[in-house]
């Protein structure tokens, strides 16, 4: 090993550790992010380390930066998939994936190119998914206790339990570090994924890797006919209770229960943002329950708020199922997000151009 590359080892331990020890858990969240952790890294080590070897480190910079987005099939125009799942449990049936079925997917969506990635960061257009990859959106409603289960083993030792969505997930992300553990889960109020004296402990534990904690309102409320104020009664309440057991931790994505919004149009902006006793929320994304690939947020028609969701279960539900969509993208009846590895450059194939959200800085558009 040159001695190079053992330094920038050695100064990425010292950076976790230094992170891990600060009580800001967007801080927290972002070491899970590869963009920060790697510029932090070599920024630290162009200081630290300029008389041994400044310009490999330079050199390492320009590779993330520069590739041909013909090679790649660069596209930041293409689609995204948000996925949906609830119960991870036997048997297969509508609102319920197996957990064979479950891991079935996620070997299917890392073989094809897909890569999991934060739903704050698609909702924000902040995307480091490698180049030539597709990033993809896994969100799991209801807080079901097979989402995020806890066993006692043989020895007595508690463990997630492998057969549950967090535990399949870790498990995965261990066997291929290039698919990030990233998921949202949209809870409700009560005892989230049950197991009342766990509850601090999985909260904490989703954040602390790569995971996020989703509003599902406290009572899984209809909302066609509620009025602002249960509106943000519901929504501020979990609010309350994810900052009783995760201080740090903004809640800022909001999956609409039976993906129904109040009837009266003047009320949704209160599914955006409000407040409630000694808390505000302010949601960059929220998520519909149907049932196709959802716009880049780099396109003029993406809406943070009518975010879309495919379906994740067995092909061939009424044909919008998530193979329905991988399908459709292979053959090209719908356009694929793939990714030019640099979130700071929109880069697409001249035939997109005219559909880039204008607000979008010249400086950062790639046209090819
Ligand atoms: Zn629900």
Redesign the pocket.
């Known amino acids: 090993m040159k001695l190079s590359k053992y330094l920038f080892l050695l100064l990425g331990v010292a950076l976790i550790m230094t992170v891990a020890g600060c009580s800001d858990t967007e801080d927290l969240v972002s070491d899970q992010d590869n963009k920060t952790y790697d510029e932090s890294v070599s920024k630290d080590s162009q200081d630290l380390d300029a008389s041994i070897d400044e310009e490999e480190s330079e050199e390492e910079i320009e590779e993330i930066q520069e590739i041909d987005p013909e090679e790649f099939g660069v596209n930041e125009m293409g689609q995204v998939m948000v996925l949906m799942y609830?119960h991870i449990r036997e048997p297969e049936a509508e609102w319920s994936r197996t957990p064979d079925n479950f891991r079935k997917d996620l070997k299917n969506l890392y073989e094809q190119g897909y890569r999991p990635i934060r739903l704050e960061d698609y909702a924000t257009g902040n995307i480091n998914t490698e180049p030539g990859k597709t990033p993809v959106v896994l969100t799991f409603?209801?807080g079901n206790q097979n989402n995020f289960n806890m066993i006692e083993d043989d020895s007595g030792e508690w463990i997630i339990d492998p057969e549950s969505a967090v535990g399949i997930l870790m498990d995965f992300h261990e066997k291929h570090p290039d698919f990030d553990p990233h998921a949202t889960f949209?809870i409700?109020g009560g005892t989230p994924f049950g197991q009342s004296d766990w509850v601090e402990y999985k909260l904490n534990f989703l954040v602390e890797n790569g995971m996020d904690i989703g509003n599902?309102t406290a009572t899984?409320l209809h909302l066609g006919d509620a009025d602002a104020e249960t509106i943000q009664q519901e929504l501020g309440r979990i609010v309350q209770l994810v900052k009783k057991y995760v201080p740090g931790y903004e809640v800022n994505t909001f999956?609409l229960?039976?993906g129904s919004r109040p009837k009266e149009n003047s009320l949704w902006s209160y599914l955006v943002r409000g407040e409630y006793e000694d808390v505000n929320y302010e949601h960059v994304a929220v998520l519909e329950v149907g049932w196709d690939p959802y716009h880049s947020p780099h396109h003029k028609d993406f809406d943070g708020a009518t975010i879309r969701r495919v379906r994740a279960s067995e092909t061939k539900v009424d044909g919008v199922g998530m193979y329905d969509w991988m399908d459709s993208f292979d053959r090209g009846s719908r356009t694929r997000y793939i990714s030019d590895g640099n979130p700071d450059t929109v880069t697409v194939p001249e035939e997109f151009a005219d559909r880039i959200n204008a607000d979008i800085p010249d400086e950062n558009i790639n046209i090819y």
């Open positions: 609830h409603d209801d949209f409700n599902h899984h999956a229960p039976f």
